[in-house]
């Protein structure tokens, strides 16, 4: 049960952020502005949650730098993509509140706070066939960020889950185009723009931030110029209801208890639960494993419980955004995006068959891997499939083109090779005729251009990290140059999608549909809005930014 009120108080504010990734941080920003007091905690000893460690795009409908590309939207068109991608699973209240919601949102942040946007043309929708779809895409991502700007705060900064080397920093629009260093003049000259960017930066001192890293950094500098006060290494304990309404929380502060009343609300904006195993194991699919998630590690559900303890309804809990990962030894696990896309390489299941469109939204991959699972085939895990073209061409996981596999990846299993696929096959324990048969077949659809069994390369998103200069089809090359690599892949994500049911305004639900009065939660806390699908490149991060900006407005009266 929830702690009940409690006489000795800490710290009395108005609104108390719990978390501090995007949604927790646009929040208390529009709060503070609004003429409230606000106080964040976090839990770790680090700032920036998954937020930080992510690749930064946002999702956001009707955005006036997609406007000012020349890319035409409307809310009309957002909400028909909504309905036709996550239909009933989240209610449609909430879906109209982000796309009314989420241009002003990045309107706000821009005029507000130090952190900046730019579109990024051609990252489609991931369904953009569909009713409203956007071949064009409407996602943007955060720019460059000083981090010198930060001072002393710049250490206690998220790392991202990939270290970049010797300062290098791109912009995600710049990576597609650098994984096609080894094929296209654009790859190449985008290669040596960053290359000439990295060593300008290092003369002048600067330390620049890219993707999560910088849209946090120039929020949490937002924060600083505001004197908002920032708690690391404070975690929630429970949340404290008076007379059915919550007006705080018992925390833990340098091992000490604290109890902190909020006068408004309690906003929980602490993550999910993909490190919390036997969250997992209750309420996901199996296999699963927290050692396959790129999430930040504090997210292992304690605000979801404390909400459950309170009264609060859950939702979408088997739920999580998806995709397929690989697991090399000594560094976090590989979350595969753009290599599924390039040209010759297929993904098998324990029978070495082919069972998806590889090239698909990740989400829809892993969903298929769990769809397809069974005892006597399992496709959890499954396996990248891929050959020496491959390798000559193309980026994989933190392996550059052309770069001899490391030993230690061989020797752990991470990679095997074989001069033959009927090798690779036993090496891999799958059956040879099986796999031999599947590569055939694959490689005749990849020389006639057309995938007659899952359609790669047809959509507009399949085709954004394809190879423009392979012809017919961008995504589809033969597999037959010797030696051959065989990788498992696991059911990986990017952090759980389920948590407390809430209505439009964040404000969190009963399972009778009351509401808990002093109580809102957004991001990965909350039952996502997206329901049990990924619209586009980044809908986690937009849904929490955006419904943090709503809670702040609804907390001080202000309608959005």
């Excluded at 029978?351 to 699972?373: D, L, W």
């Excluded at 000559?392 to 550059?400: K, S, T």
């Excluded at 690779?424 to 007659?452: I, W």
Aim: charged share 20%; hydrophobic share 40%; with cysteine.
């Amino acid at each position: 049960m929830a702690a009940d009120m409690a006489n000795d108080v800490d710290c009395i504010t108005d609104v108390l952020v719990v978390g501090s990734g995007g949604g927790g941080m646009v929040a208390a920003l529009v709060a503070s502005d609004l003429g409230l007091k606000t106080l964040m905690i976090e839990k770790t000893a680090c700032y920036g949650g998954s937020t930080a460690r992510s690749g930064g795009g946002i999702w956001v409908p009707c955005n006036r730098l997609m406007k000012q590309a020349g890319v035409a939207d409307t809310p009309e068109e957002a909400r028909a993509y909504l309905q036709a991608t996550v239909g009933d699973r989240s209610p449609r209240a909430s879906q109209e509140a982000y796309v009314r919601n989420a241009a002003p949102m990045i309107d706000w942040v821009r005029k507000h706070t130090p952190a900046q946007f730019s579109y990024m043309p051609g990252y489609a929708d991931y369904y953009p066939e569909l009713p409203g779809g956007k071949a064009q895409g409407r996602a943007i991502e955060a720019e460059l960020f000083d981090g010198r700007q930060l001072g002393e705060d710049l250490a206690s900064l998220r790392p991202p889950y990939i270290e970049m080397p010797g300062g290098l920093a791109f912009r995600a629009r710049e990576f597609q185009k650098i994984g096609m260093v080894m094929r296209t003049w654009e790859g190449k000259a985008t290669a040596m723009r960053v290359g000439a960017r990295v060593a300008m930066n290092r003369l002048a001192g600067k330390k620049l931030l890219m993707m999560g890293q910088s849209l946090i950094g120039g929020m949490r500098l937002g924060m600083k110029q505001r004197n908002i006060p920032l708690w690391l290494n404070t975690p929630l304990k429970e949340l404290i209801v008076d007379d059915g309404r919550v007006v705080g929380v018992i925390a833990e502060r340098d091992g000490q208890t604290v109890t902190l009343r909020a006068r408004r609300a309690v906003i929980l904006a602490a993550g999910g639960f993909e490190h919390n195993a036997e969250m997992r194991r209750q309420y996901q699919r199996q296999p699963i494993s927290t050692a396959w998630t790129v999430g930040s590690e504090g997210n292992t559900g304690d605000a979801i419980q404390a909400g459950i303890r309170a009264g609060a309804a859950i939702d979408l809990m088997d739920e999580a955004w998806w995709g397929p990962t690989s697991l090399p030894p000594g560094r976090a696990p590989a979350f595969h995006v753009g290599e599924r896309s390039h040209p010759g390489i297929i993904m098998v299941n324990q029978r070495g068959e082919r069972f998806t469109n590889e090239a698909a939204s990740y989400v829809q991959v892993v969903q298929e891997m769990y769809r397809h699972h069974t005892d006597d085939n399992a496709h959890v895990p499954c396996h990248f499939i891929f050959d020496q073209r491959f390798r000559d061409n193309y980026l994989f996981a933190d392996l550059p083109p052309r770069q001899p596999v490391p030993g230690h990846y061989l020797k752990h299993g991470y990679i095997h090779r074989a001069d033959s696929l009927a090798e690779l096959a036993t090496r891999l324990g799958l059956p040879a005729a099986g796999l031999q048969a599947t590569v055939e077949r694959y490689n005749a659809f990849a020389r006639d251009g057309k995938d007659a069994d899952f359609h790669r390369g047809e959509s507009a998103y399949d085709r954004y990290y394809g190879d423009p200069t392979v012809k017919p089809n961008p995504t589809m090359a033969p597999i037959e140059k010797p030696p051959f690599y065989g990788v498992e892949v696991v059911a990986g994500d990017l952090g759980t999608k389920g948590g407390l049911m809430v209505d439009e305004y964040a404000r969190v639900k009963r399972a009778d549909g009351s509401l808990i009065d002093g109580l809102y939660c957004v991001g990965n806390s909350a039952a996502s809005v997206m329901g049990a699908t990924y619209p586009g490149p980044g809908c986690t991060i937009g849904c929490t930014m955006t419904f943090g900006y709503i809670a702040a407005h609804h907390i001080a009266g202000r309608t959005t």
